[in-house]
């Protein structure tokens, strides 16, 4: 059974920096492009950052500079280390397979909430 936990986040002033982390169970996260996405109050879900099986990386041009995603097979997850955070950065962050069909991405995780805030 796939599941995907996601854990790291937290309250942080602007300028401030987390690291997310997400632990993939039931298939092997090397083999997959996986990505991170994150979801603000009223607005949908959008990709943040993403993966390649062969360690290509994208970036939202809004995190370009200032995120930086990885992953660790031997632990079979992605990280999203983040600095530089800003207030708009304010979300629920997910991780799931990216450059895929929608309809084949894992059932979400219950994500991880990071708020930026003075």
């Known amino acids: 059974q796939v599941q995907l936990v996601e854990s790291g986040g937290g309250l942080v002033q602007p300028g401030g920096s987390l690291r997310l982390s997400c632990a993939a169970s039931?298939?092997?996260?090397?083999?997959?492009?996986m990505g991170w996405y994150r979801q603000a109050p009223g607005k949908q879900r959008e990709l943040v950052a993403g993966i390649t099986s062969g360690g290509l990386t994208n970036y939202q041009d809004s995190v370009k500079g200032r995120f930086t995603i990885s992953r660790d097979n031997a632990k079979n997850m992605v990280s999203l280390q983040m600095n530089s955070l800003k207030t708009e950065d304010t979300a629920v962050y997910y991780c799931n397979l990216w450059r895929t069909d929608p309809r084949r991405r894992y059932d979400w995780g219950q994500g991880t909430q990071v708020t930026v805030s003075s």
């Open positions: 039931g298939f092997i996260v090397s083999f997959n492009d």
